[in-house]
């Protein structure tokens, strides 16, 4: 994909932001566009970066460590822009993780949770994370079930060097972008009960529905980059 291609796509992203945002009266500014770059290349990474994405997801430590280190030690982090953890994080990754990532979208239990709290405390740093939502209960997905999140929502606010910033969610596939809907409306009535205002829902298929029903950062990959290749 050339840069104008990309230019395009993220123009094209933006605008659809904006869009369903207006229709539900929403300030589009309250709305993160995260561009998901599992599989691009640093080439891509660096043109959507030249054409003003400010915000990163990345599914792997390690390929987020490849894209977003800084060169040389002492150089600031900051000038790369953010870098959110989308994918799930195992917790022998957590010390790489703590600090490195801007925000953590996916903790889904207890036990990471205090792995992320204590590496957080030994560097002196606040981690911003949400906790996942197994909003489906599906076997094959990461994240607390509803009816446990309350509880793991309590056990990270009780954590003093990490902070809540809301809940994430990944909805089952659907052909539909309307049949999201309800799993997107469940998301954000679970976080309206929590006293939680964020949430991460959404991607390129169905980021339009999400942005209606309250989505606060979509994690937007395809729609920007194209086909990807697939990491093992």
């Known amino acids: 994909m050339n840069e104008d291609d990309l230019a395009g796509r993220i123009a094209r992203v933006r605008t659809a932001i904006r869009a369903a945002a207006a229709r539900v009266g929403r300030d589009p500014d309250t709305i993160v566009l995260v561009a998901a770059s599992k599989g691009t290349s640093q080439v891509q990474v660096d043109a959507a970066r030249q054409l003003g994405v ?3 997801g990345e599914n792997r430590v390690q390929e987020a460590y490849e894209k977003f280190a800084p060169p040389k030690p002492g150089d600031d982090l900051r000038r790369r822009g953010e870098v959110h953890l989308i994918g799930p994080l195992q917790t022998n990754k957590v010390k790489r ?3 490195f990532f801007d925000l953590i979208h996916s ?9 992320i709290g204590r590496e957080a405390a030994r560097r002196s740093i606040t981690q911003a994370v949400l906790v996942q939502v197994n909003i489906s209960a599906e076997a094959t997905k990461h994240g607390a079930t509803p009816d446990a999140t309350p509880s793991l929502v309590a056990a990270v606010r009780s954590l003093p060097n990490l902070s809540l910033l809301g809940l994430m969610a990944i909805p089952p596939p659907v052909d539909d972008p309307e049949a999201a809907r309800p799993w997107f409306s469940l998301l954000r009535q679970l976080a309206v009960s929590l006293k939680l205002s964020r949430l991460s829902m959404g991607m390129s298929s169905d980021f339009e529905v999400a942005i ?17 290749r697939i990491l093992k």
């Open 107 to 115: 903790v889904d239990r207890l036990d990471l949770a205090e792995t």
């Open 54 to 56: 400010t915000v990163f």
């Open 97 to 99: 993780a703590v600090g």
């Open 212 to 228: 209606e029903e309250g989505a606060s950062w979509v994690r937007i990959g395809s729609a920007l980059f194209g086909t990807r």
